[in-house]
């Protein structure tokens, strides 16, 4: 029998809590992002190392025989039918830089749906989760979205690609976007801009170019909060396009985005 989403939402809430403190009480307090060196980055990459390491471990310990899927390269196919998704830091850059926006992203999926979600994001003292049929909460208090913000009045969040060949286009579809509502923000954590719509923080979020593991977490907890999550023209949501509102707004917002889209995009 499948194990009960609460009971991985308490695991995955312990391991996340573990890598946080780890990721905040570790974080060297010189890091100069100015150096020329290389240095600043490698710390980060292995502070991101040193938190998915520390996250396995501690889901191992209790649960061995399950899959796990991370960004820093943890893969275990497992026999269980329950899979972790890892994102040991979602918001590098921003860890890099000493700013707060960025999560420990965990998701356990059970036979390949997301059941139980926590996105933790300890320098802001916040923590988002959710369990499927269970409802999102942001600090243990419910979370529950109405209906969405008219388009020319939303404020969207969006993010772009590391990848060079990726941000040209995304900044044209950004230009298209940018007259048609309120105003954008780029605050630098995919998971966290999907909580933030949960969380009314903003209206709606769209990237294309994310990874599983920067949304698997947080998509739970758009959904669970009443967020329509998905992807480009009835797709799931997908490397393609994450896009996530509450209705009308998600409707409107992706026929801009589907307009706005280049025909050809780079692989
Ligand atoms: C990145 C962040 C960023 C998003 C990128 C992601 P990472 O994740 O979520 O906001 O725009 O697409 O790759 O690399 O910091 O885990």
Same mark, same amino acid.
């Given at each position: 029998?499948?194990?009960?989403?609460?009971?991985?939402?308490?695991?995955?809430?312990?391991? =996340?809590?573990?890598? *946080? $403190?780890? !990721?905040?009480?570790? &974080?060297? @307090? +010189? /890091?100069?992002? %100015?150096?020329?060196? #290389?240095?600043?980055?490698?710390?980060?990459?292995?502070?991101?190392?040193?938190?998915?390491?520390?996250?396995?471990?501690?889901?191992?310990?209790?649960?061995?025989?399950?899959?796990?899927?991370?960004?820093?390269?943890?893969?275990?196919?497992?026999?269980?039918?329950?899979?972790?998704?890892?994102?040991?830091?979602?918001?590098?850059?921003?860890?890099?830089?000493?700013?707060?926006?960025?999560?420990?992203?965990?998701?356990?999926?059970?036979?390949?749906?997301?059941?139980?979600?926590?996105?933790?994001?300890?320098?802001?003292?916040?923590?988002?989760?959710?369990?499927?049929?269970?409802? =999102?909460?942001?600090? *243990? $208090?419910? !979370?529950?979205?109405? &209906?969405? @913000? +008219? /388009?020319?009045? %939303?404020?969207?969040? #969006?993010?772009?690609?590391?990848?060079?060949?990726?941000?040209?286009?995304?900044?044209?579809?950004?230009?298209?976007?940018?007259?048609?509502?309120?105003?954008?923000?780029?605050?630098?954590?995919?998971?966290?801009?999907?909580?933030?719509?949960?969380?009314?923080?903003?209206?709606?979020?769209?990237?294309?170019?994310?990874?599983?593991?920067?949304?698997?977490?947080?998509?739970?907890?758009?959904?669970?909060?009443?967020?329509?999550?998905?992807?480009?023209?009835?797709?799931?949501?997908?490397?393609?396009?994450?896009?996530?509102?509450?209705?009308?707004?998600?409707?409107?917002?992706?026929?801009?985005?589907?307009?706005?889209?280049?025909?050809?995009?780079?692989?």
């Amino acid at each position: 029998t499948a194990p009960a989403p609460a009971d991985l939402l308490d695991l995955a809430l312990r391991a =996340a809590r573990a890598a *946080g $403190r780890f !990721l905040v009480q570790e &974080r060297p @307090a +010189d /890091l100069d992002v %100015a150096a020329t060196k #290389t240095s600043p980055t490698d710390v980060v990459t292995a502070m991101d190392r040193g938190s998915e390491e520390l996250v396995v471990r501690t889901l191992r310990a209790e649960r061995p025989d399950d899959g796990v899927l991370g960004e820093e390269g943890a893969a275990a196919t497992g026999s269980t039918g329950v899979r972790w998704v890892v994102d040991p830091i979602d918001g590098t850059v921003n860890y890099l830089y000493g700013l707060p926006e960025w999560a420990v992203s965990i998701a356990a999926e059970v036979d390949g749906e997301v059941v139980a979600s926590v996105v933790a994001a300890p320098a802001l003292g916040e923590t988002w989760t959710a369990t499927r049929g269970g409802g =999102a909460h942001l600090d *243990g $208090r419910p !979370l529950r979205r109405g &209906r969405g @913000a +008219d /388009l020319g009045q %939303a404020l969207v969040a #969006t993010g772009f690609s590391y990848e060079a060949r990726h941000r040209a286009l995304q900044a044209q579809v950004a230009a298209q976007v940018l007259p048609r509502v309120r105003d954008l923000r780029r605050a630098g954590s995919a998971a966290l801009d999907l909580c933030g719509v949960a969380g009314g923080r903003h209206d709606a979020y769209f990237e294309r170019g994310t990874h599983h593991w920067d949304v698997a977490a947080a998509a739970l907890v758009a959904r669970e909060a009443g967020v329509r999550v998905g992807g480009l023209r009835g797709a799931p949501e997908s490397e393609e396009l994450v896009l996530a509102a509450a209705d009308p707004l998600f409707d409107d917002l992706h026929a801009l985005l589907d307009a706005a889209w280049p025909a050809s995009w780079p692989a």
